[in-house]
Nanobody, 112 residues
Framework: QLVESGGGLVQAGGSLKLSCTTSGFIFSNHHMAWYRQAPGKQREWVASITNGGSTDYADSVKGRFTISRDNAKNTVYLQMNKLKPEDTAVYHC????????WGQGTQVTVSS
C-alpha cells in the first residue's frame, strides 16, 4: 500500500515536503520514485532513489526537488523548493519500476 501526503496550495517560490508511507513489501529492497500527473497530461517520472540511496531527477525539477528515504519508517520523501505553477499536479510514489497499486496521490497546487 502507498499513502501519499503533504500536498497543498502554495504560492510560486514556496516549498512543500511530500511523504509516502508504504506497507506490504520490503521497502528497503526496492528503488522508489515520485511521479506526477498534471490535468490533461500523462503521468511523468519526477525523481527516484535507489535502494542504496543514489538519486536522479527529471530536468524540470533538478536543483529544486530532493528525494530521500527512511528505511526504518518505510517512507520516501520529496522536498520541493522554489515551486512553479507548472509543478501543479497530483503527486504519486511507487517503486521503480512501478510494481505496486497506485495510491490516491497528493495534490500540489502552485499559484502564480
Amino acid at each position: 500500500q502507498l499513502v501519499e501526503s503533504g500536498g497543498g496550495l502554495v504560492q510560486a517560490g514556496g516549498s512543500l515536503k511530500l511523504s509516502c508511507t508504504t506497507s506490504g513489501f520490503i521497502f528497503s529492497n526496492h528503488h522508489m520514485a515520485w511521479y506526477r500527473q498534471a490535468p490533461g497530461k500523462q503521468r511523468e517520472w519526477v525523481a527516484s532513489i535507489t535502494n542504496g540511496g543514489s538519486t536522479d531527477y527529471a530536468d524540470s525539477v533538478k536543483g529544486r526537488f530532493t528525494i530521500s528515504r527512511d528505511n526504518a519508517k518505510n517512507t520516501v520523501y520529496l522536498q520541493m523548493n522554489k515551486l512553479k505553477p507548472e509543478d501543479t499536479a497530483v503527486y504519486h510514489c511507487n517503486t521503480l519500476p512501478t510494481n505496486m497499486k497506485w495510491g490516491q496521490g497528493t495534490q500540489v497546487t502552485v499559484s502564480s
